[in-house]
């Protein structure tokens, strides 16, 4: 999925581009803006949401359009399973729909009927002023088909299970977290503001490109309002959740020897490197350490490794 150029493109396991599926425009089979994607591998079909015409297409991998549905709701990302679609909903647009009842408050998470017309249920409840964090990871799936949600003003990744979602790992960054607790209960934005604006206490926490393996997660945060002073993070989910390399770097375009993976699977870690943006020292690493040939002339790499071996 390339968002700047509203484009979905399948290629084969060997790199090579086999077709579009679909393509930008306002008719049948078409979409405005393309806000998110998922691929099935066990139907072989995928799903494209466009949000301004809150249109859910989905094609099989021939690029054939097998038919469209439009939405009452508005939302950022999605995932379709055995419940119905799991929506992260952060849209004021949907209390219009008579669904948000309490007070002008809001969920992040929805669980939606097959045709994507009406709410079953909501979690994770927020406030309308709250900004909205996509980055298309909202929804994880590991690999023995387990699903997982998250958003950036939390600190728990909840496992969606049963028409529920259950508080299943808490990510703890020590005193200067997220109050996530309180500003929850804030009236209005001028109160948020205050709450966690920059000053002596530098909040941690805003969490994004969350990926989860077999046993590991892989993540970024940073500071509330901030990308500067992004950490990459590899937690060891066999090992009593604790960091197992926490790495900080200067900014998130710099990145350190490898980046946050850009997918997990069946054990492996796939990372997009990128050698122009590495000094002498670091290609002489990489190429030390996984045994590659390449110079900082070169293009994209993609690296696949063992989880255990990531460094």
């Known amino acids: ?18 077709r579009r599926i679909g393509r930008a425009g306002s008719g ?3 979409f405005m803006e393309i806000t998110d994607m998922v691929y099935y591998p066990e139907t072989n079909l995928i ?19 097998m038919n469209e549905v439009l939405s009452e709701f508005y939302f950022l990302a999605f995932y379709h399973s055995k419940d119905g679609y799991w929506v992260y909903g952060c849209f004021p647009e949907n209390k219009k729909k008579g669904v948000f009842e309490f007070r002008g408050n809001k969920y992040n998470l929805l669980l939606l009927s097959e045709d994507l017309k009406t709410a079953k249920s909501g979690f994770c409840e927020s406030r309308n002023f709250f900004d909205r964090t996509s980055n298309n990871d909202n929804f994880q799936v590991n690999d023995e088909g387990e699903l997982f949600f998250h958003y950036g003003y939390d600190n728990i990744v909840y496992k969606l299970k049963n028409k529920e979602a259950i508080p299943y790992w808490f990510l703890d960054f020590g005193k200067n977290r997220l109050p996530y607790d309180h500003i929850v209960t804030l009236s209005t934005r001028k109160q948020f503001d205050q709450a966690i604006s920059p000053g002596a206490v530098k909040y941690d926490g805003l969490i994004y490109n969350l990926r ?17 002073n992004s950490r990459s993070i590899i937690v060891n989910i066999t090992d009593s959740i604790k960091v197992r390399n926490y790495t900080k770097i200067e900014s998130v375009a710099q990145g350190g020897l490898l980046p946050n993976p850009i997918h997990f699977n069946h054990n492996k870690a796939f990372f997009i490197i990128n050698p122009r943006m590495m000094n002498e020292q ?26 255990n071996n990531i460094t």
């Open 282 to 307: 670091e290609l002489t690493t990489l190429m030390r350490e996984y045994h590659i040939k390449t110079n900082n002339a070169s293009n994209l790499i993609l690296l696949i490794v063992d989880e």
């Open 47 to 65: 799903e494209i949401f466009s949000l301004p015409e809150r249109k859910l297409l989905r094609f099989n991998t021939s690029g054939e359009l």
């Open 28 to 30: 049948k089979g078409q």
């Open 1 to 18: 999925m390339d968002k700047p150029a509203q484009s979905v493109m399948l290629f084969n396991r060997e790199g090579k581009f086999i």
């Open 212 to 228: 989860i393996g077999s046993n590991q997660i892989s993540l970024s945060s940073s500071e509330f309002g901030s990308l500067e």
